[in-house]
């Protein structure tokens, strides 16, 4: 059973820094395509960055943010800076395997101005 559990959310002032985690189990990270997602209220969700074999981010985070994977603890990381009040959502992370897709159950990032 594929289980993803986010952390590290939290309320940070706009400038500040939060790193997230993806724990997996059931599943290995390393081999398959994660992403970090946000959805802000009232909007739809959207593709944060990726990882795999390389690297991915949106334009709306890049040189801010950077993902990354800890293959012994089977985690994926979002180190988050410089962050503005923009950025507030619920993060989520996604492993994609076989034609399906896992979530996460999302963690809050409050960002006040």
């Known amino acids: 059973q594929v289980q993803l559990v986010e952390s590290g959310g939290g309320l940070v002032q706009a400038g500040g820094s939060l790193r997230l985690s993806c724990a997996a189990s059931g599943i290995i990270l390393s081999v398959n395509a994660v992403g970090w997602y946000r959805q802000a209220p009232g909007k739809q969700r959207e593709l944060v960055a990726t990882?795999?074999?390389?690297?991915a981010y949106a334009d709306s985070v890049k040189g801010r943010f950077t993902i990354s994977r800890d293959n012994a603890k089977n985690t994926v990381y979002l180190q988050m800076n410089s962050l503005k009040p923009e950025d507030t959502a619920v993060y989520y992370c996604?492993?994609?395997?076989?034609?399906?897709?896992?979530w996460g159950q999302g963690t809050q990032v409050t960002v006040s101005s």
């Open positions: 996604k492993v994609a395997k076989s034609s399906r897709d896992y």
């Open positions: 990882i795999l074999r390389t690297t």
